[in-house]
């Protein structure tokens, strides 16, 4: 038995690790997504039982407890917290799951310091890198909490000379960290180490405003990965490694998706605190609040899309605020019971994370057959009658197409200024995060319903169920 345990618990963890890439493969999709997280839970309780197994557990009765707790905060945070809210609590897990891989690091410190054995050079720089990106990942992603919770502002915060001082502070980690390779043991330098990784989390992600956000969560939950896989190689699990280093890619990966749909280098999104002082000033805000603006009330609205052959819904972050996604499927089903096509168009960072428009109308039920990507809608707006616009700003914005003044010129959006008549619904005339007005306002073909996004849409079911 005791010959056929290592074996048993590799297999374990080639079974989790299995586990592990056909969850994120079934995430890919909507109408998969809900059975690939229970896959990939699956696969991560074979591979805690399996570490419980192969290691040293010198109190399972605290492990236990520690799950018990772990797993009944999860559940009530699933259930409590709405999904608007579902960035902070992402950011949240990233910041724990940083936490947790450097606090690895620091035990084994402390176990190797106590022990006082020479520390090998492959785990002291395992220990320093574990350090670096968990310390940077708690930290980060905490204040990206604060920013989106509205505990501190959105805003991009800048000083003179913040670069340089970046600059320094990583220097003088890699001074640290050099230090203690050649004296392992120096307890001061080590919590120095420590406390300068804390500071750089925080100095990583002060500078970057709040319609950037999408893009840092999802980089913070790269790094967290990364971290993960520093401390599989820090405690010698193969388990670990493997699970942090599908995170740290698959983080990667989103993180350029949504580059790439914002039109922006990483660089860009890290270093350029766009969203701050003049960025309103450029493309069409300048002599935009002396146009023409065309509004209408619900009743209207209702005649329009009642009458339409085809209608495209784009939601946007003022539906999620609003939780109005139940009302838009009502409308929805309500038009397709008239006989009026209806597709959902989706356009990546809608919303402040990764998806955050596609959990929301899952939420709804509504059909995944029905939601379209950027991509293959764009082309259909040509032949939509209407297309209905809730509490989306910048993904709509035509000035990203036609302006090259703008600063979200080339930045691809949802081209709904080319369907045959276009329905806002916002509250005002704000702009988006970007801070850019918008040119869709103005349009001939745009007609704007202003209220909250709930209360519109409810408007609207009512008055199509009386044609």
């Known amino acids: 038995m005791s010959d056929f345990?290592?074996?048993?618990?590799?297999?374990?963890?080639?079974?989790?690790?299995?586990?592990?890439?056909l969850g994120l493969k079934k995430l890919g999709s909507p109408a998969t997504a809900r059975n690939g997280n229970v896959v990939a839970?699956?696969?991560?309780?074979?591979?805690?039982?399996?570490?419980?197994?192969?290691?040293q557990v010198l109190n399972y009765e605290m492990i236990l407890l520690g799950l018990a707790i772990g797993s009944a905060l999860g559940a009530i945070a699933a259930y409590k917290v709405q999904m608007t809210e579902m960035p902070q609590m992402v950011g949240l897990l990233n910041g724990l799951g940083g936490a947790a891989s450097a606090l690895v690091a620091v035990a084994e410190f402390w176990r190797l310091l106590d022990a006082g054995v020479p520390?090998?050079?492959d785990v002291n720089i395992s220990m320093l890198l574990d350090v670096l990106i968990g310390g940077v990942t708690f930290t980060g992603s905490f204040l990206a909490f604060a920013k989106l919770q509205g505990l501190i502002s959105g805003s991009p915060i800048t000083f003179p000379l913040q670069?340089?001082?970046?600059?320094?502070?990583?220097?003088?980690?890699?001074?640290?960290?050099?230090?203690?390779?050649?004296?392992?043991?120096?307890?001061?330098?080590?919590?120095?180490?420590v406390a300068v990784s804390l500071v750089l989390g925080v100095m990583f992600v002060i500078p970057i405003?709040?319609?950037?956000?999408?893009?840092?969560?999802?980089?913070?939950?790269?790094?967290?990965?990364?971290?993960?896989?520093?401390?599989?190689?820090?405690?010698?699990?193969?388990?670990l490694i493997i699970a942090g280093a599908l995170v740290g890619a698959s983080g990667i990966i989103l993180t350029e998706i949504m580059c790439k749909a914002m039109n922006r280098s990483l660089l860009s999104v890290l270093f350029s605190a766009f969203g701050?002082?003049?960025?309103?000033?450029?493309?069409?805000a300048a002599g935009a609040t002396d146009q023409t603006v065309h509004s209408i009330d619900p009743e209207e609205g209702a005649m329009m899309l009642g009458y339409a052959r085809s209608v495209v819904i784009v939601p946007g972050y003022g539906m999620a605020v609003a939780q109005a996604q139940h009302s838009v499927r009502e409308l929805a089903d309500q038009l397709e019971r008239m006989g009026v096509d209806v597709k959902y168009a989706i356009h990546p960072v809608a919303g402040r994370m990764p998806g955050h428009m596609n959990v929301l109308l899952a939420e709804a039920n509504v059909p995944y057959t029905q939601l379209y990507d950027m991509e293959d809608?764009?082309?259909q707006f040509e032949q939509a009658d209407v297309a209905l616009v809730i509490g989306a700003n910048d993904v709509v914005n035509p000035a990203a197409r036609s302006d090259r003044n703008s600063p979200i010129y080339g930045m691809p959006i949802l081209e709904v200024d080319r369907a045959k008549h276009t329905i806002v619904i916002k509250r005002g005339m704000s702009t988006g995060f970007a801070g850019v007005d918008n040119d869709l306002f103005y349009k001939d073909k745009t007609t704007m319903l202003f209220g909250s996004a709930k209360d519109m849409v409810a408007k609207l079911v009512s008055e199509v169920k009386q044609l």
Do not use: E, K, R, W
């Open 5 to 21: 345990l290592p074996t048993g618990i590799q297999l374990t963890y080639l079974v989790a690790a299995s586990l592990f890439i």
């Open 41 to 55: 839970a699956v696969g991560m309780l074979l591979a805690i039982v399996a570490t419980m197994l192969d290691q």
């Open 119 to 121: 520390v090998p050079l």
């Open 163 to 193: 670069q340089p001082f970046n600059l320094l502070l990583l220097g003088a980690y890699v001074a640290g960290s050099a230090y203690l390779i050649i004296h392992p043991h120096s307890l001061p330098v080590f919590l120095a180490v």
């Open 209 to 239: 405003g709040g319609g950037d956000m999408p893009v840092v969560i999802s980089l913070l939950n790269s790094l967290s990965g990364i971290a993960a896989a520093a401390a599989g190689f820090v405690v010698m699990n193969n388990m």
């Open 276 to 284: 701050s002082g003049g960025t309103a000033a450029g493309g069409g």
């Open 377 to 379: 809608i764009n082309p």
